[in-house]
């Protein structure tokens, strides 16, 4: 199971076992920051998802292409669809069916709750956390490098 941050104030929720229920090496496992993407790349998409959706109503395939454009476009688009649901089923977005703005089928727009942006402010203290360890971290690995 995915893991999410359940918006209301415990945390993360779900088992953390990747996307192979914790046996192997699927998505979520092994040395992903040797290769296209990282397991902070996958720790991003979470509250990027929520800061996107605070800024306008989106379908899944805008939400791609939001977060292609910070570099995130490598994760699989069923990490993506599978965090909206679990999202939808915590009460952190919404959706509604949108027929009108598409010439095809129908597609599923997403919209931010009101604990949507709950979450999303505690996302922000936890990433404005991560972010500082991380500086820290790359100042020693500069001076180690030297």
Do not use: C
Request: glycine share 14%.
């Amino acid at each position: 199971m995915f893991e999410v941050f359940d918006g209301k104030g415990n945390g993360w929720a779900g088992q953390g076992r990747g996307m192979t229920g914790g046996r192997g090496r699927g998505r979520g496992r092994g040395l992903r920051w040797m290769g296209d993407y990282s397991l902070m790349d996958v720790r991003l998409v979470e509250p990027a998802l929520l800061a996107f959706l605070q800024e306008e109503n989106l379908h899944g395939y805008g939400l791609l292409e939001k977060l292609e454009s910070i570099g995130l476009g490598a994760i699989n688009p069923s990490v993506i669809y599978r965090i909206l649901r679990d999202y939808e089923e915590i009460g952190l977005v919404r959706s509604d069916w949108d027929s009108e703005g598409t010439q095809g089928p129908p597609r599923r727009v997403y919209a931010i709750t009101d604990e949507g942006r709950a979450a999303l402010k505690r996302a922000e203290t936890s990433l404005r956390v991560t972010a500082d360890r991380i500086e820290t971290l790359l100042v020693r690995i500069k001076r180690d490098s030297i």
